[in-house]
């Protein structure tokens, strides 16, 4: 099932972080419908690999105003599913 191509809006992370970002929420997608359990991967997957404390929010109609770490953050679109991805200290 093709779910469209990634269209990033902003990022503020190295092309390693972003092409695992894209992959992982191209994974979730294509295993699950709900946005809360595609958010949780999402979380869970960085958390799992970049370790500190991640965050994701995971839509069609929101709105965020965070403060990251500095070089972990990006927003991005498969499709029509929004992906906001951010790192918080620990």
């Not at 958390?47 to 404390?53: A, D, F, L, T």
Request: net charge positive; hydrophobic share 40%.
């Amino acid at each position: 099932m093709s779910l469209g191509k990634p269209t990033i809006k902003l990022v503020f992370m190295d092309d390693d972080m972003r092409d695992y970002a894209i992959n992982e929420a191209t994974k979730a997608l294509e295993t699950s419908n709900s946005e809360k359990l595609v958010a949780s991967y999402m979380k869970m997957s960085f958390e799992k690999k970049y370790k500190s404390v991640w965050h994701c929010i995971v839509g069609r109609n929101f709105g965020a105003y965070v403060t990251h770490e500095v070089g972990r953050y990006i927003y991005f679109y498969i499709g029509q599913k929004g992906f906001l991805i951010w790192s918080t200290p620990s």
